[in-house]
């Protein structure tokens, strides 16, 4: 059974940065594919980033683009998601997932879909002050 632990959440004022962190067991982490999603109160649970078991390639909503940088450490079974110039809009409860098995061929708009994956992390909230 993998396990998902996110970390890294916190309150930062808008501009801000955060880096989110989320580690994986149980399984061959290398083999998945990962993935952030965020919930915001009364809000449907939204696609944020992608990335593939290699690390080489990479698909994100628009609403992070230029601000967020999901990356991989496949050594350390961890997977990242780097939050620059945050804004208050990004407030959200922000979870990771990991899709096994992983699809043969990358397909990022396909990796934005919720049932995509198979493994949910318990999430970690992110709060950005004005």
């Known amino acids: 059974q993998v396990q998902l632990v996110e970390s890294g959440g916190g309150l930062v004022q808008a501009g801000g940065s955060l880096r989110l962190s989320c580690a994986a067991s149980g399984g061959t982490f290398s083999s998945f594919a990962m993935g952030w999603f965020r919930q915001a109160p009364g809000k449907e649970r939204e696609f944020v980033a992608a990335i593939s078991w290699s690390g080489d390639n990479v698909y994100y909503a628009d609403a992070g683009k230029g601000r967020f940088t999901i990356s991989r450490d496949n050594a350390r079974n961890t997977v990242y998601l780097q939050m620059n110039s945050l804004k208050p809009e990004d407030t959200a409860v922000y979870y990771c997932?990991?899709?096994?098995?992983?699809?043969?061929?990358?397909?990022?708009?396909?990796?934005?879909?919720?049932?995509?994956?198979?493994?949910w992390g318990q999430g970690t909230q992110v709060t950005v002050s004005s």
């Open positions: 997932a990991a899709d096994n098995p992983t699809p043969e061929f990358w397909n990022g708009p396909s990796m934005a879909v919720a049932d995509e994956y198979d493994y």
